[in-house]
């Protein structure tokens, strides 16, 4: 079959669905990524897939926003795939009505709500009809939590029939391992990784660091990810840099090599507002570190509270402090059983094979499909 994989970026393509790729190309399909052109482009062709580029405005705009309709529908049509994966928000409601149009089975994926039902303006209001409309077209839509099929039910927009629940994009578990051996740093570790947005709980982590360092002032805070201005819950770089001129936090920029950064850490924190399941925290399980997160939908999927982690109230930033220091005042031997419960976390229930398996399936399942 020819599948097509729908996504924002051609960095999200790279960095979250590479394992599901090769795995279609190893089973003898053939695969198409459709995504706005970047620097991770080409990376997908010499990865084995072909590129066709769609342009997807950044922001909110739902009347700029259904322009998009158009040129998936001309896309799709000339493209011809068999099944169509949409991920993210814009590709989900308006590939979807694209491909409705187009006679193609769609799949799509619910990988985290956002903005939408978080800030309840007028634009979530028509986010949320616009979900309404266009998920009655996917033959198969995944959830990435039990909460966020709940929620989507509860608001009648899409059917139950068609819904199922998925463990994350799961995690590789070979190319996210553990150390060989446990080690404390001297200068304990905290590491946030996350989008420089004001929903991953950054205002928090960086006074919840504040506190934490009027306490114990040789413990580091680092926060790892790209900054996004442009995004509606975006954190403008000169927001960013007053809070690097406190010296609170370090930001580390952006990198590809995430893996090597969270090795450096003693625990991996994340106080997110809402999740679908938070990659960085399945990478951050796989590869035996302690969490500190939110008690929210997808945070809570990952972290089992006092098992492989600590679990803090959503935008209490006091709270966070408590959890982060009672973190730090553990042993070495709580800290190193809190990491090993993390990679048991992980290898039993996030194995990406899991994932990619239950994606064959649906395939297979949803290409053979008459649409009418």
């Known amino acids: ?16 669905r590479l394992s599901l790729i090769r795995a279609l190309l190893a089973e003898g399909h053939e695969v198409v990524a459709i995504a706005p052109q970047d620097v991770y482009s080409e990376k997908l062709i010499a990865a084995g897939c072909k590129f066709v580029p769609v342009r997807m405005e950044k922001g909110t705009n739902p009347f700029t926003d259904l322009l998009l309709i158009s040129r998936l529908y001309k896309t799709y049509k000339r493209v011809k795939p068999d099944v169509v994966l949409h991920y993210t928000i814009k590709p989900n409601i308006y590939g979807a009505i694209a491909a409705h ?13 956002g903005t939408v039902f978080i800030t309840k303006d007028y634009i979530s209001g028509i986010a949320l009809k616009l979900y309404k409309f266009s998920f009655r ?3 198969k839509v995944f959830f990435q939590n039990q909460d966020d099929r709940r929620l989507f039910l509860r608001n009648k927009l899409v059917s139950a029939g068609k819904t199922e629940v998925l463990p994350g994009s ?13 080690k404390r740093n001297k200068r304990f570790t905290f590491l946030m990784v996350a989008r420089v947005l004001y929903d991953k709980g950054i205002v928090e982590f960086v006074k919840a660091s504040k506190l934490i360092q009027e306490k114990y002032p040789h413990v580091k805070c680092q926060l790892l990810g790209q900054v996004d201005e442009r995004s509606r819950s975006g954190i403008k770089q000169q927001k960013l840099q007053e809070w690097l001129a406190t010296g609170v936090i370090e930001y580390l920029g952006a990198t590809d090599d995430v893996a090597s950064v969270i090795a450096g850490a003693d625990c991996v924190v994340l106080p997110s507002y809402r999740e679908g399941t938070p990659r960085t925290l399945l990478e951050a399980a796989a590869m035996a570190k302690p969490i500190v997160a939110t008690n929210v939908p997808g945070c809570r999927e990952v972290v089992q509270d006092g098992v492989n982690g600590l679990l803090c109230r959503v935008r209490n930033a006091k709270n966070l402090a408590e959890k982060m220091m009672q973190m730090l005042q553990l042993s070495d031997k709580e800290l190193e059983q809190m990491g090993q419960s993390s990679r ?11 994932v990619i398996q239950k994606y064959l399936q649906a395939i297979e399942e949803v290409g053979n499909q008459v649409i009418v």
């Open 137 to 139: 077209f996917p033959a």
């Open 344 to 354: 048991q976390v992980a290898v039993t229930r996030f194995d990406d094979r899991i």
């Open 1 to 16: 079959m020819r599948i097509a994989i729908v996504i924002n970026t051609s960095w999200n393509i790279f960095n979250f």
């Open 170 to 182: 799961g995690i590789n578990l070979q190319e996210f391992l553990p150390a060989d051996q446990f």
């Open 101 to 113: 149009w187009a006679s193609i089975p769609a799949i799509n994926n619910v990988s985290g709500l």
